[in-house]
């Protein structure tokens, strides 16, 4: 009995001084390696976190680095560009530059030529700006006289048919293009439309008087948008009238 109860207990004294053993802490897991941009210096890339090792981006793979999105600056009314209301007068007016692609080719050219005519024209026109006497600047000037004589060259060139417009006429309509464009600078589309109604005036042989009329008012809408005086405005349109009346005499405008 005696040497069952020593066995019992050789046995239960190193399970009971296990169970008492002190328990260990749990080690936490390691930390994440946050990913880190590197820094470029010269021809280098320092990688962060106190490490001095060059890189060769000459054989490094840059692609692995994925470029963070910057934060785009916020549209407001201060970077939009102002735009200026036009009036539905003059958004018709210009819309008459359509009509080019209605137009055979060779009048298309004859119209560009026109347009080429007004635009030399207004640089004439800086030359005698605030004369007191356009017709004795004109006489002053010989430059001057000869870009209207070209441009009226190329009015009467835009006729098609046997019916075309007095050379008094054209040369009156040049002279007031002249006047028109010593106040104001005239934009490449404004002249555009001028020379497209020149052109449909100088061949209005079959046209209806409304058409002609509308079109004429349209080249008024267009000098007094662009701050042409009335006066000088009025003078084209009436020079306008009568080469309309020498195509068509029949016309009743």
Same mark, same amino acid.
Not at 15 to 35: D, E, G, H, N, V
Not at 160 to 183: E, K, T, Y
């Given at each position: 009995?005696?040497?069952?109860?020593?066995?019992?207990?050789?046995?239960?004294?190193?399970?009971?001084?296990?169970?008492?053993?002190?328990?260990?802490?749990?080690?936490?897991?390691?930390?994440?390696?946050?990913?880190? =941009?590197?820094?470029?210096?010269?021809? =280098?890339?320092?990688?962060?976190?106190?490490?001095?090792?060059?890189?060769?981006?000459?054989?490094?793979?840059?692609?692995?680095?994925?470029?963070?999105?910057?934060?785009?600056?916020?549209?407001?009314?201060?970077?939009?560009?102002?735009?200026?209301?036009?009036?539905?007068?003059?958004?018709?007016?210009?819309?008459?530059?359509?009509?080019?692609?209605?137009?055979?080719?060779?009048?298309?050219?004859?119209?560009?030529?026109?347009?080429?005519?007004?635009?030399?024209?207004?640089?004439?026109?800086?030359?005698?700006?605030?004369?007191?006497?356009?017709?004795?600047?004109?006489?002053?000037?010989?430059?001057?006289?000869?870009?209207?004589?070209?441009?009226?060259?190329?009015?009467?060139?835009?006729?098609?048919?046997?019916?075309?417009?007095?050379?008094?006429?054209?040369?009156?309509?040049?002279?007031?293009?002249?006047?028109?464009?010593?106040?104001?600078?005239?934009?490449?589309?404004?002249?555009?439309?001028?020379?497209?109604?020149? =052109?449909?005036?100088?061949?209005?042989?079959?046209?209806?008087?409304?058409?002609?009329?509308?079109?004429?008012?349209?080249?008024?809408?267009?000098?007094?948008?662009?701050?042409?005086?009335?006066?000088?405005?009025?003078?084209?349109?009436?020079?306008?009238?009568?080469?309309?009346?020498?195509?068509?005499?029949?016309?009743?405008?």
């Amino acid at each position: 009995m005696k040497t069952t109860i020593l066995i019992s207990i050789i046995l239960l004294v190193p399970t009971l001084s296990w169970s008492q053993r002190p328990t260990l802490p749990i080690a936490r897991p390691p930390r994440p390696i946050l990913p880190q =941009n590197p820094v470029i210096v010269g021809d =280098n890339i320092i990688m962060p976190g106190g490490s001095t090792d060059m890189v060769d981006t000459n054989t490094m793979d840059t692609n692995q680095f994925e470029p963070t999105n910057a934060m785009a600056p916020e549209l407001t009314n201060n970077n939009v560009a102002p735009t200026n209301e036009m009036s539905p007068e003059m958004v018709r007016a210009l819309g008459l530059t359509n009509r080019l692609s209605v137009m055979a080719p060779a009048q298309v050219q004859a119209v560009t030529l026109v347009q080429v005519g007004m635009n030399d024209l207004q640089h004439a026109a800086a030359s005698i700006t605030g004369a007191p006497n356009i017709q004795q600047a004109i006489q002053d000037n010989p430059d001057v006289r000869k870009q209207l004589q070209m441009v009226s060259a190329r009015i009467i060139n835009l006729a098609r048919g046997p019916d075309r417009p007095s050379n008094d006429s054209v040369d009156r309509l040049a002279i007031d293009l002249l006047r028109a464009s010593s106040h104001t600078q005239l934009t490449s589309d404004e002249q555009l439309v001028l020379s497209i109604v020149i =052109n449909l005036v100088v061949n209005c042989q079959n046209l209806p008087a409304v058409q002609v009329q509308s079109s004429v008012n349209d080249a008024l809408i267009v000098l007094r948008g662009a701050g042409v005086p009335p006066s000088v405005s009025n003078a084209f349109g009436c020079d306008l009238n009568s080469i309309a009346l020498e195509i068509q005499p029949n016309l009743g405008i």
